[in-house]
């Protein structure tokens, strides 16, 4: 199963504030450059972020984006089923809609795979995927605002 793009770039960002401590806040600008996507594609996903309460805002001359704690708990199979939309592996009704859209084995296999997939991924929270090596890394792209 692929991932879009938007999920990828959420993922990114939740990892980005993961490993900065909650009085350390980034910018929308910051975690962008840092995770290399353009600012546009990345304050969408942040917004829809901190909708889900995954992370939040302090406004004000200092202020910036932190993980909640809820976010740093979160499974990451939940978050990518709802970054995702829950869409189907594949596109069987539609323009051109398939004639076995009805009764079809192999749409059941591939959601079983699915359901399969985010079950697996749920084994994992955001705060899981920081750790070593990962963390390291993601802390050398940038020094949170002094
Ligand atoms: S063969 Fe099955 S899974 Fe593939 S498009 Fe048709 S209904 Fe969907």
Redesign the pocket.
């Known amino acids: 199963m692929r991932l879009t793009r938007y999920t990828d770039l959420a993922l990114r960002a939740v990892m980005r504030l993961a490993v900065v401590g909650s009085e350390d806040l980034l910018t929308t600008r910051q975690i962008a450059d840092s995770m290399n996507v353009p600012y546009t594609h990345m304050a969408k996903a942040i917004a829809q972020l901190q909708h889900l309460g995954v992370i939040e805002a302090r406004r004000g001359r200092n202020g910036g984006l932190s993980l909640t704690a809820a976010g740093r708990c979160t499974p990451v199979g939940n978050l990518v089923r709802t970054l995702e939309g829950d869409r189907?592996?594949?596109?069987?009704?539609g323009e051109t809609?398939?004639?076995?859209?009805?009764a079809?084995?192999?749409?059941r296999a591939?959601r079983e795979a699915q359901e399969a997939f985010y079950s697996s991924l749920n084994g994992v929270t955001v705060g899981d995927l920081v750790a070593s090596p990962t963390g390291p890394i993601l802390l050398a792209l940038g020094a949170p605002p002094g």
Do not use: H, M
């Not at 189907?88 to 009704?93: F, G, I, M, S």
């Not at 809609?97 to 009805?102: A, D, I, M, Y």
């Open positions: 189907e592996a594949v596109v069987c009704e809609p398939c004639p076995l859209s009805g079809c084995r192999l749409r591939l």
